[in-house]
Protein backbone atom coordinates (compact mmCIF):
# COMPACT_ATOMS: atom_id res chain seq x y z
CA UNK A 1 0.00 0.00 0.00
CA UNK A 2 2.02 3.30 -1.01
CA UNK A 3 -0.69 5.39 -0.32
CA UNK A 4 -0.36 8.97 -2.82
CA UNK A 5 2.39 9.18 -4.98
CA UNK A 6 2.86 11.78 -6.94
CA UNK A 7 5.98 12.46 -9.85
CA UNK A 8 8.08 14.51 -10.22
CA UNK A 9 9.40 15.78 -6.64
CA UNK A 10 10.99 18.18 -8.41
CA UNK A 11 10.95 20.39 -11.61
CA UNK A 12 11.94 23.38 -13.41
CA UNK A 13 10.19 24.93 -16.27
CA UNK A 14 10.62 28.21 -18.50
CA UNK A 15 7.45 30.10 -19.27
CA UNK A 16 5.15 29.18 -21.09
CA UNK A 17 6.37 25.35 -21.16
CA UNK A 18 3.83 22.80 -20.20
CA UNK A 19 4.00 19.81 -18.39
CA UNK A 20 1.27 17.16 -16.16
CA UNK A 21 1.90 16.43 -12.38
CA UNK A 22 1.13 13.06 -11.78
CA UNK A 23 -0.79 11.76 -8.28
CA UNK A 24 -1.61 8.60 -7.57
CA UNK A 25 -3.47 6.91 -5.18
CA UNK A 26 -4.08 2.93 -4.06
CA UNK A 27 -6.58 3.26 -1.43
CA UNK A 28 -9.72 3.22 -3.50
CA UNK A 29 -10.80 6.49 -2.37
CA UNK A 30 -13.17 8.81 -4.28
CA UNK A 31 -12.10 12.51 -3.37
CA UNK A 32 -8.92 13.45 -4.99
CA UNK A 33 -7.50 17.06 -5.09
CA UNK A 34 -4.34 19.28 -5.91
CA UNK A 35 -3.17 22.33 -3.78
CA UNK A 36 -0.66 24.75 -4.00
CA UNK A 37 1.09 25.50 -1.13
CA UNK A 38 2.85 29.47 -1.61
CA UNK A 39 5.27 31.05 1.40
CA UNK A 40 2.62 32.76 4.05
CA UNK A 41 -0.29 31.49 2.19
CA UNK A 42 -1.03 28.04 3.32
CA UNK A 43 -2.24 25.41 0.99
CA UNK A 44 -5.03 26.71 -1.28
CA UNK A 45 -7.50 24.28 -3.53
CA UNK A 46 -6.89 24.46 -7.05
CA UNK A 47 -8.94 21.38 -8.59
CA UNK A 48 -10.87 18.63 -7.40
CA UNK A 49 -12.43 15.23 -7.96
CA UNK A 50 -15.19 13.17 -6.00
CA UNK A 51 -14.95 10.17 -8.67
CA UNK A 52 -13.98 8.93 -12.03
CA UNK A 53 -15.49 11.71 -14.54
CA UNK A 54 -16.28 14.34 -12.25
CA UNK A 55 -13.90 16.92 -11.81
CA UNK A 56 -14.37 20.73 -10.39
CA UNK A 57 -12.54 24.03 -9.67
CA UNK A 58 -11.22 24.98 -6.07
CA UNK A 59 -10.03 27.97 -5.73
CA UNK A 60 -7.25 29.06 -7.24
CA UNK A 61 -7.98 27.06 -11.14
CA UNK A 62 -6.50 29.24 -13.58
CA UNK A 63 -3.72 28.04 -16.21
CA UNK A 64 -4.57 24.67 -14.68
CA UNK A 65 -6.28 21.52 -15.94
CA UNK A 66 -7.18 17.87 -14.58
CA UNK A 67 -9.06 15.16 -15.70
CA UNK A 68 -10.09 11.40 -13.86
CA UNK A 69 -10.11 8.66 -16.09
CA UNK A 70 -9.51 6.18 -13.13
CA UNK A 71 -10.10 6.10 -9.84
CA UNK A 72 -6.37 5.86 -8.97
CA UNK A 73 -5.08 8.80 -11.39
CA UNK A 74 -5.68 12.79 -10.79
CA UNK A 75 -3.01 14.15 -13.09
CA UNK A 76 -2.31 18.18 -13.20
CA UNK A 77 -1.82 19.96 -16.22
CA UNK A 78 -0.22 23.19 -16.79
CA UNK A 79 -1.01 24.94 -19.45
CA UNK A 80 1.58 27.69 -20.25
CA UNK A 81 3.76 27.99 -17.23
CA UNK A 82 4.13 31.08 -15.71
CA UNK A 83 6.79 32.26 -12.72
CA UNK A 84 3.54 32.73 -10.48
CA UNK A 85 3.24 29.05 -10.82
CA UNK A 86 6.19 28.22 -9.06
CA UNK A 87 4.95 26.66 -5.75
CA UNK A 88 4.47 23.53 -4.15
CA UNK A 89 1.76 21.25 -5.12
CA UNK A 90 0.26 18.60 -3.23
CA UNK A 91 -2.27 16.04 -4.64
CA UNK A 92 -4.29 14.55 -1.70
CA UNK A 93 -6.91 11.96 -1.14
CA UNK A 94 -9.62 10.54 0.94
CA UNK A 95 -12.93 8.41 0.89
CA UNK A 96 -15.97 10.98 0.17
CA UNK A 97 -17.14 11.36 4.18
CA UNK A 98 -20.51 9.28 4.46
CA UNK A 99 -19.35 9.65 7.89
CA UNK A 100 -17.92 12.83 6.80
CA UNK A 101 -14.35 12.19 8.99
CA UNK A 102 -12.17 10.81 6.79
CA UNK A 103 -8.88 11.62 6.94
CA UNK A 104 -7.29 13.38 3.88
CA UNK A 105 -3.78 11.38 2.75
CA UNK A 106 -1.34 13.97 1.38
CA UNK A 107 1.40 13.01 -1.66
CA UNK A 108 4.93 14.02 -0.74
CA UNK A 109 4.45 17.25 -2.85
CA UNK A 110 6.08 18.43 -5.61
CA UNK A 111 8.17 21.69 -5.90
CA UNK A 112 8.08 23.54 -8.98
CA UNK A 113 10.32 26.24 -10.36
CA UNK A 114 8.76 28.54 -13.18
CA UNK A 115 11.85 30.34 -14.44
CA UNK B 1 -17.14 30.89 2.91
CA UNK B 2 -15.49 29.40 5.63
CA UNK B 3 -11.63 31.07 6.67
CA UNK B 4 -9.08 30.15 9.22
CA UNK B 5 -6.73 32.59 11.10
CA UNK B 6 -3.44 31.81 12.52
CA UNK B 7 -2.10 35.32 14.07
CA UNK B 8 1.28 33.61 15.06
CA UNK B 9 3.55 33.14 11.85
CA UNK B 10 6.51 31.93 14.15
CA UNK B 11 6.04 31.03 17.66
CA UNK B 12 9.57 28.72 19.87
CA UNK B 13 9.29 26.94 23.16
CA UNK B 14 12.20 25.08 25.17
CA UNK B 15 12.94 21.50 24.89
CA UNK B 16 10.67 19.73 27.43
CA UNK B 17 8.44 22.61 28.08
CA UNK B 18 4.73 23.56 26.83
CA UNK B 19 3.34 25.41 23.69
CA UNK B 20 0.00 26.52 22.41
CA UNK B 21 -0.54 27.35 19.19
CA UNK B 22 -3.56 29.84 18.29
CA UNK B 23 -6.01 29.20 15.88
CA UNK B 24 -9.57 31.04 14.82
CA UNK B 25 -12.13 30.39 12.51
CA UNK B 26 -14.85 31.48 10.68
CA UNK B 27 -18.30 29.43 9.76
CA UNK B 28 -21.65 29.53 9.68
CA UNK B 29 -22.23 25.94 9.68
CA UNK B 30 -22.66 24.75 12.99
CA UNK B 31 -21.32 20.77 11.47
CA UNK B 32 -17.66 20.98 10.71
CA UNK B 33 -14.42 19.56 11.44
CA UNK B 34 -10.68 20.90 12.18
CA UNK B 35 -8.03 19.48 11.75
CA UNK B 36 -3.80 20.33 13.23
CA UNK B 37 -1.17 19.51 10.08
CA UNK B 38 2.02 19.13 10.57
CA UNK B 39 4.85 20.13 8.02
CA UNK B 40 8.68 19.25 8.81
CA UNK B 41 11.06 20.36 6.55
CA UNK B 42 10.69 16.86 4.65
CA UNK B 43 7.49 18.41 2.88
CA UNK B 44 4.80 15.69 3.94
CA UNK B 45 1.45 17.11 5.65
CA UNK B 46 0.95 15.11 9.10
CA UNK B 47 -2.31 15.28 10.66
CA UNK B 48 -1.59 15.57 13.85
CA UNK B 49 -5.55 15.72 15.55
CA UNK B 50 -8.76 16.37 14.75
CA UNK B 51 -11.61 17.22 16.36
CA UNK B 52 -15.46 16.64 15.55
CA UNK B 53 -17.79 20.18 15.90
CA UNK B 54 -20.69 18.17 17.84
CA UNK B 55 -17.78 17.04 20.41
CA UNK B 56 -17.63 18.92 23.57
CA UNK B 57 -15.20 16.55 24.90
CA UNK B 58 -11.43 17.99 23.39
CA UNK B 59 -9.57 15.86 21.19
CA UNK B 60 -6.35 14.54 22.90
CA UNK B 61 -3.40 12.59 20.89
CA UNK B 62 -0.48 11.48 23.37
CA UNK B 63 1.36 15.30 23.70
CA UNK B 64 -1.05 16.87 21.97
CA UNK B 65 -4.17 18.29 22.57
CA UNK B 66 -6.64 21.04 21.51
CA UNK B 67 -8.68 23.80 23.17
CA UNK B 68 -12.01 23.57 21.17
CA UNK B 69 -14.11 26.78 21.81
CA UNK B 70 -17.41 26.57 19.05
CA UNK B 71 -18.86 29.67 20.39
CA UNK B 72 -15.45 31.59 20.12
CA UNK B 73 -14.71 29.56 17.30
CA UNK B 74 -11.09 29.05 18.51
CA UNK B 75 -9.13 25.74 18.20
CA UNK B 76 -5.62 25.72 19.45
CA UNK B 77 -3.21 22.85 20.10
CA UNK B 78 -1.17 22.71 23.02
CA UNK B 79 1.91 20.60 23.04
CA UNK B 80 2.97 19.27 25.76
CA UNK B 81 7.23 18.08 26.95
CA UNK B 82 8.23 19.58 23.63
CA UNK B 83 10.36 17.79 21.55
CA UNK B 84 13.15 18.61 18.93
CA UNK B 85 11.06 16.43 16.64
CA UNK B 86 8.19 19.02 16.99
CA UNK B 87 9.52 21.60 15.15
CA UNK B 88 7.80 22.43 12.50
CA UNK B 89 5.14 24.27 10.48
CA UNK B 90 1.94 23.62 12.19
CA UNK B 91 -1.13 23.80 9.60
CA UNK B 92 -5.31 24.24 11.14
CA UNK B 93 -7.61 23.63 8.63
CA UNK B 94 -11.06 23.25 8.51
CA UNK B 95 -13.54 21.03 7.12
CA UNK B 96 -17.40 21.03 6.25
CA UNK B 97 -19.08 18.46 7.65
CA UNK B 98 -21.75 18.59 4.80
CA UNK B 99 -21.11 16.28 1.79
CA UNK B 100 -20.66 16.93 -1.92
CA UNK B 101 -18.43 18.37 -3.74
CA UNK B 102 -16.54 21.50 -2.68
CA UNK B 103 -17.52 20.89 0.87
CA UNK B 104 -14.99 17.66 1.02
CA UNK B 105 -12.26 20.22 0.68
CA UNK B 106 -9.70 21.37 3.43
CA UNK B 107 -9.44 24.97 4.52
CA UNK B 108 -6.01 25.97 5.71
CA UNK B 109 -4.67 28.47 8.09
CA UNK B 110 -1.19 30.20 6.89
CA UNK B 111 0.77 28.11 9.51
CA UNK B 112 2.95 28.34 12.30
CA UNK B 113 6.00 28.02 12.61
CA UNK B 114 7.56 25.66 15.60
CA UNK B 115 11.10 26.08 16.55
CA UNK B 116 12.25 23.82 19.23
CA UNK B 117 14.81 25.12 21.33
CA UNK B 118 17.18 22.52 22.92
Known amino acids: NAGVTQTPKFQVLKTGQSMTLQCAQD?????MSWYRQDPGMGLRLIHYSVGAGITDQGEVPNGYNVSRSTTEDFPLRLLSAAPSQTSVYFC??????????????FGPGTRLTVL | AQTVTQSQPEMSVQEAETVTLSCTYDTSESDYYLFWYKQPPSRQMILVIRQEAYKQQNATENRFSVNFQKAAKSFSLKISDSQLGDAAMYFCAYRSGIGGGSNYKLTFGKGTLLTVNP
Open chain 1, 92 to 105: ASSFTPLAAYNEQF
Open chain 1, 27 to 31: MNHEY
